[in-house]
């Protein structure tokens, strides 16, 4: 048998190839309609569509608290060591609140600074007689606390009274009297309150310090001597107070909930500073500024930079555990998909705290391939919230070819499992086409050749 014409074998093998195409290569197709028992509803990109889009309900996974509040320890350098710092995703939403221990109100101790006014009886002559209250008032004279603790009183001498309360400064000034043969008819009242004051700034309306009189101190009355609270974000801001080494902290929605934090009770030493932010560092740099001003001891300083060391520590801690549970996967994450012709294919995570737009998500992963991609065939396929229509999507089409387009994707909104195709150009469709059947007009006829 002769051997067939080669132009007819190489007919046959492209009638072949061509009646294979459909099985060798299928491109996604994006139409409206019922489509293998899914229905499909296109709808076209516009301002007036993306905002009807965007109105599906979402809510941005949030960071956990290590990255947006203070991770507090329940222990203090008093106490040993603080307990282990728990998993982020035990820690949600604020800061926890860790309040000074309560102290028994005690009186007012005079102190160094301090001004007392001691008022004396007139003498007893015509002019004090007919004045009455005048020739008392003539008769009050001010005197400050000096650095030994006493005040000098003319024909008196110096009375120590520093540390004493109001009633045991009356009996010393009094026994002294009585030692110098004197009237012993007197009174005795703080006029300006200097030796005890509550250092506080911050994100405050005017930083300064809150004196400690006769009527107990506490932290509203503080703040609002320093004008209230201006934290422009009062959802992360926190009230820290430092005692003794130990740091405590409020957080300010709960201090504005809770008037029993309101009245909590300031005492001499203490320092207040209204932060912001989750992080340490200013609060640190006051206070230790504060002890300083103070002239206090290294070691007190040293007991504030271990305090707030360990509370860095923690807050370290629980990010590098929620780092380290990401990287394993094991924490939830929120995706969307893309295919067809983008730079990168496979699946991209939503960001946390807030949300995404078709832009982000496209150029993030390489973007269009300019070559390959028709932008004017973007869609996102976004299944319904329908439990009803569990089956049913709706493709939004983008049509990116004019700048108009582009401008739309940096509003539409993703939303979680969104899947994002982009669809090919006509002549990469029949370009593919031909690259897979070029091999078969080849081996077809050769095959034929060859078996002839």
Sequence with gaps: ?????????????????????????????????????TKVRVIGLTPETTLAANQQAYSPRALPAAFSATAGTHGTMARGLPQPANLPEQRQGVPATR?????????????????????????????????????????????????????????????????????????????????????????????EFNARKVPIGGAVAKPGVAPVTLTPLTLDTALAAVGGIAAPDRESAVIRIYRAGSLYEIPVTEFLRNQSYQKTRLLDGDTVFVDSDYDLTRAEAYFSEQLALQGARSSAITALSQEVGIRRSELEEQRA?????????????????????????????????????????????????????NPRQIYVLRGSADPREFGALTAWHLDAGAAAGLMLATRFEMRPNDVVYIAQQPVTKWDRVISQITPSLITVPLNNLTEN
């Design 1 to 37: 048998m002769r051997n067939p014409p080669l132009l007819a074998t190489l007919m046959a093998g492209l009638a072949l190839s061509l009646a294979g195409c459909g099985i060798a290569y299928q491109s996604t197709s994006i139409r409206e309609g019922v489509v293998d028992g």
């Design 99 to 191: 309040l000074p221990p309560a102290v028994a109100a005690t009186p007012y101790q005079v102190g160094v600074g301090d001004v007392v006014l001691l008022a004396t009886k007139a003498p007893a002559n015509s002019v004090a007689e007919l004045s009455g209250l005048l020739a008392a008032q003539n008769n009050r004279q001010g005197y400050t606390v000096q650095d030994d603790g006493a005040i000098a009183i003319p024909d008196v001498g110096r009375v120590r009274i520093a540390g004493m309360t109001l009633e045991d400064a009356e009996a010393a000034v009094f026994q002294r009297l009585v030692e110098r043969q004197m009237d012993p008819s007197f009174s005795l009242e703080v006029a």
């Design 321 to 373: 555990n929620f780092n380290t549970r990401l990287e394993l996967g094991a924490e939830k994450r929120d995706y969307v998909y893309l295919t067809g012709e983008v730079g990168k294919q496979g699946r991209w995570a939503l960001p946390y705290d807030q949300s995404a737009s078709l832009a982000d998500a496209l150029f993030d992963q390489g973007g269009i391939i300019a070559k390959t991609g």
